[in-house]
Every structure is written in structure tokens, then in C-alpha cells.
């Protein structure tokens, strides 16, 4: 149905129902968000029948544009974009796919890692909203809001895009992404997330994440745990795909920290790339460069050059991703909403803004949020409260917010948890507030011009933070 890309990166024609962007973003909100529903007796059983019909009456877009598709417990939405961005710095425009949205929807559909505009934007879903009749009649249901976005993004590369960076939303084998017959799959890691979705176990989970996995594919593989990554190689070696281990055949050689980022050097299978500067903080940022080094080099089948690499990286940023603003006091915003994620903003922390037990001058705060069916307790426990001399409880405007006398509950519990991974005996000062702006107020009156706030625990709040200050490029 779509000629490719054209000159000027947008298709050659739209047309549709939707008369302007309110109508488009109304119309979308009009359809179940599982989103909101994650985890709860209302979340329908897993079916590629939708999304494969309305693929079919699109004319099958997601085989037109070649593909990596990346799928992961965490690191995969900046694994994607800095994918997309060295595909750029190659000459190629690159059309992601990402979810959540962090400031507008228009984010979850990019090329080059600029979200459409709004008349683009209405256009993508005005030409999906027009075939939608025919899904409801063949499938006798609507599609949800996640199979239209993914369509709407599909449909819009195949004419906009050379190359696709598709974000897998959640697992991989169900998900409305796995339409897609990438040429790369890329799993970042295999947690203990969506345990009573994707689970039980750890290995369902790997199971759930293997079924991205084509026939003939090239397999980037970030999970080291011996029992998960051979669950990986079994589908692989059924698929008849390559699998790239990480440890194995890529990883990071070695990393420093520097101002303003860290000096990595990264090894893949056709090369080696030393001493990167990278200006994002954190192990687990180099680990994702390494990533996204491997995944691109495997799509090209070839060692990137080194000042791709440098121009990719130049100035790369990821929102809500240990995001460091310069206020008084410092806010850094970091959208980590599990133990893991936690882990890594702790390790980040203490590396970057030296906030361990030997740094006593200036008042550190933490504000949380977490949403269901995420565990508050465990994420506080792997964060390490101890280190913060408040923390402040809220909740972002979402259905499956806690309320914040829930996370503060949690908050005690972790803080007379055994073992507090921090190393510290603080005993925080716990206050309650009713959503975010209230939030980031005391927290920033706390902490002094002098001190520190750091809010984390969903991406909603990270990015409710974010607005709060002004940070929105649309």
C-alpha cells in the first residue's frame, strides 16, 4: 500500500476521518488503554488476531521497512534510542516506536528521534481509524489503543523510514509489535517485572521475551544468567537465528566516569570501539550503548566506523532517564519502577552525584510514586532509603497510581527491612502529598538551595516532574 520513503519523509498521501489533532488524540483515548488496565480482571487474554488484521487491510506496512525489534525487562526504550540514533548518524532515517510516552503521545512515533508533529500525527491515526470498520467486522471487536498505535507507527514508516526501531510495549510473544519479522532482535535482560502476566517464573519471562526471535534473525542477547540466556539460545537455534552473547561475544571492555558522562569502551563480534565518551551516566547507560552498538552493527552485518559512533553519541539525550537539572536545589529525575531499575539509580547516584555515606553536606530527598501492581516496599528496600534525609510519597495522575499513604506505608516497611542495600541507618523524615507538583514543592523546600531531590518510581511521575519544570521541546 506504501511506495517507501520519499524525498521529503512523509507519505506520499493521508487522508482519514479525523478532522484535527484533538479529534485524533479523542479518538484514541475512545479505545481500552490495557495501559491503565495492567493487571487487572478487566485486561483481555493475549491475541496477535487483531493487530494481524488490521496489518492486512493496511497492506502489511511492517514488511516494508527492514527492522530491529528490542525487547527486555529494562533498557530497552533507551536501547531504541540510541539504535535510532546511530542508524541516523549512518544516513538512515530511522522510525521508532516507543512506549510509554514520556511528554506528549506523538513521542511513541519518531523519525530520527523527533516525534511527528501534530498534523503528522493525525494523519498516521486518521489512516488507520479509516480501516478500522473492517477489523471490527472480521474480528468482531475493536482494536485497543496500543494495536493502533503500533499500526499507526507501521503504517507511517513504511512510506517515512528506512529502517524501523520498533519498542516491544510488553514480553515480546503477544505483544501487537511481534507482527514484525525483524532482521535484528534484541533482548536487553530478563527481570522479575509483570511476574503475574508474563511469569510465574523467570524463565517464562525469557520464554515470553525469545518469541520476538524470526527465522534467520541475528539475536542480541544482554541476559548473562546462565539458566535465562540458554532459554534464549534454544529459540534461537529453532528459529535458525544467530545469537550474539553478551560476555560472550559483546560487552563493555571497560568504563570511567568523566564530567558529564563516562569514557566506555565496548567490544562486539566485528570490533572494537575504545573509549567512547558517552554523556549519560550510569553502568547500566554503557551497558545500553553497548547494546545498541551490537544491534546496529548486526543489522548491517559490519563494524560501525568511530565517528558514526562519536556523532550518534554527541549530545544523545533520553528523557526521564537520570535527567540532572540545574535548580536550586539539583532535581534529578529518573523514571527506574523496579527493584532493578532501582538498583541502578542507586549505583548512578553514588557514582555520579557521590550520594553515599561519606557525603554529609546537603539535604537529600527522594519523591516516589509507584503504580500497581509494582511493589513500593521492594523498590525502596533496592534503592536504599537510608541515604535520603526525607522522602516524599505522591501519585501521578494515572488509574493505577497508589495513593500515597500506601507508599508511605511501603516506605516504613523498607526502612525497618534488614539489610537495607544503602548501608546507612537515616531514619527519613516520611511526608505525604496528593500528586506531583505538591510533591517536587516540599521536596524542594526540604532539600534547600543546597540539596538534593531525586524523583523516581514510574515513568508518570518522572515525566509529571518534567512538565513541573518547563521541560517539554513540543
Excluded at 481500552?32 to 502489511?60: K, Q
Excluded at 514520556?102 to 511527528?116: H, Q, T
Excluded at 525469557?206 to 541476559?223: D, M, N, P, R
Aim: aromatic share 6%; charged share 20%.
Amino acid at each position: 500500500m506504501n511506495p517507501g520513503p520519499s524525498d521529503t519523509g512523509q507519505p506520499a498521501s493521508a487522508a482519514g476521518p479525523l478532522r484535527d489533532y484533538e479529534a485524533a488524540v479523542d479518538w484514541l483515548d475512545s479505545h481500552i488503554d490495557l495501559e491503565r488496565l495492567l493487571g487487572s480482571p478487566e485486561a483481555t487474554p493475549p491475541t496477535l488476531d487483531r493487530m494481524w488484521t488490521l496489518m492486512g487491510v493496511l497492506g502489511d506496512p511492517q514488511d516494508s521497512v527492514p527492522a530491529i525489534h528490542i525487547t527486555g525487562t529494562n533498557g530497552k526504550g533507551s536501547t531504541a534510542r540510541l539504535a535510532a540514533a546511530l542508524l541516523g548518524a549512518c544516513g538512515l532515517a530511522a522510525g521508532s516506536y516507543t512506549s510509554p510516552h514520556i511528554n506528549r503521545v506523538n513521542d511513541r512515533i519518531a523519525v530520527a528521534n523527533e516525534p511527528l508533529d501534530d498534523d503528522s500525527f493525525t494523519m498516521a491515526v486518521s489512516e488507520v481509524a479509516v480501516f478500522e470498520p473492517m477489523v471490527i467486522e472480521r474480528c468482531g471487536e475493536r482494536p485497543n489503543y496500543f494495536e493502533v498505535m503500533a499500526a499507526a507507527a507501521f503504517n507511517w514508516f513504511a512510506s517515512a523510514a528506512h529502517v524501523n526501531v520498533i519498542e516491544v510495549g510488553m514480553g515480546g510473544r503477544w505483544d501487537a509489535t511481534n507482527v514484525v519479522d525483524a532482521a535484528v532482535a534484541v533482548i536487553t535482560n530478563v527481570g522479575a517485572d509483570h511476574l503475574e502476566i508474563i511469569g510465574p517464573t523467570l524463565a517464562d519471562v525469557a520464554q515470553e521475551k525469545a518469541g520476538i526471535i524470526s527465522a534467520g534473525a541475528t539475536v542480541v542477547c544482554g541476559e548473562t544468567a546462565p539458566e535465562l540466556s540458554d532459554i534464549v539460545a534454544v529459540a534461537a537455534m529453532e528459529a535458525g537465528a544467530e545469537l550474539w552473547r553478551r560476555g560472550v561475544d559483546w560487552d563493555v571492555a571497560e568504563r570511567w566516569p568523566a564530567v558529564g558522562g563516562q569514557l566506555v569502551t565496548v567490544r562486539t563480534p566485528l570490533g572494537e570501539h575504545a573509549e567512547l565518551f558517552v554523556p549519560l551516566h550510569g553502568a547500566h547507560q554503557a551497558t545500553n550503548v553497548a547494546t545498541a552498538i551490537s544491534s546496529v552493527e548486526a543489522f548491517f552485518g559490519r563494524s560501525l566506523d568511530e565517528d558514526v559512533i562519536a556523532a550518534a553519541l554527541d549530545g544523545v539525550s533520553l528523557p526521564a532517564r537520570f535527567e540532572i537539572f540545574a535548580r536550586q536545589p539539583t532535581v534529578v529525575i529518573d523514571g527506574a519502577h523496579n527493584p532493578a531499575g532501582a538498583v541502578a539509580l542507586r549505583d548512578t547516584l553514588a557514582e555520579s552525584l557521590l550520594v553515599d555515606s561519606d557525603r554529609t553536606d546537603g539535604v537529600r530527598v527522594l519523591v516516589i510514586g509507584t503504580n500497581r501492581p509494582h511493589d513500593p516496599a521492594a523498590f525502596c528496600e533496592a534503592l536504599g532509603l537510608g541515604q535520603f534525609d526525607a522522602v516524599v510519597a505522591t501519585a501521578a495522575d494515572w488509574p493505577r497510581a497508589l495513593p500515597p499513604a500506601e507508599i508511605a506505608a511501603a516506605v516504613e516497611v523498607a526502612l525497618g527491612a534488614d539489610g537495607d542495600a544503602s548501608g546507612h541507618r537515616r531514619s527519613p523524615e516520611i511526608i505525604n502529598t496528593a500528586n506531583v507538583p505538591e510533591a517536587v514543592q516540599a521536596a524542594s523546600e526540604r532539600a534547600g538551595s543546597d540539596g538534593i531531590v531525586v524523583v523516581s518510581g514510574s515513568l508518570y511521575v518522572a515525566a509529571a516532574a518534567r512538565r513541573l519544570l518547563g521541560v517539554d521541546p513540543h
